[in-house]
């Protein structure tokens, strides 16, 4: 696998944090670490109290995410509505697809609340690697930076041509 670059990005009430890394390929990667999502159906209690189960829409997993340190392997689906973060780390729509040329920004949430995927992302420091597994390849990223941004900073969601970077967020 090619090594690449990592950066990653904590959101937070009063901010974010972030952590950049980069490897072999000159590619950098942002973002937070966490948890895989199951590409099959789930079921959750529908507030009645009866116990019912609600079908949960069929998410397509386009890949998986892995970060040993913080014992993270969880799946990767596109988009980062709330059913899609309950379940799996998102892919946010308009970054660029995994393993492609640009940041490709990945959501996920800290709270054990509602979902641990992301809970122990201040805990990677630069050098670290995170590994995102798809169908085709795995791909291996280098941390290079952290740093905490605010909620509304949406910079760390650019990125250039020449880059492959993943962005990690919370």
Known sequence: SQLRDAFLSESVQQGASAAEATGNS???????TDETAAESAGTQDNGSGGGA???EPKQKV???????KIKVKDPIVEGVRHSNLKSAVGH????????????SA???????????FFNRLDEIVVGDEIVITTKKEDLTYKVFKTHVVTPDDVSVLKGSKDDNIITLIT
């Open 26 to 32: 000159g590619g950098v990667a942002d973002g937070a």
């Open 92 to 103: 946010i729509p308009g970054t660029a697809a995994l393993g492609q040329p640009g940041n």
């Open 62 to 68: 386009l890949g998986i995410i892995q970060i040993k």
């Open 53 to 55: 189960a609600v079908e």
């Open 106 to 116: 990945l959501a996920g949430h800290r709270s054990y609340t509602f979902g641990k």
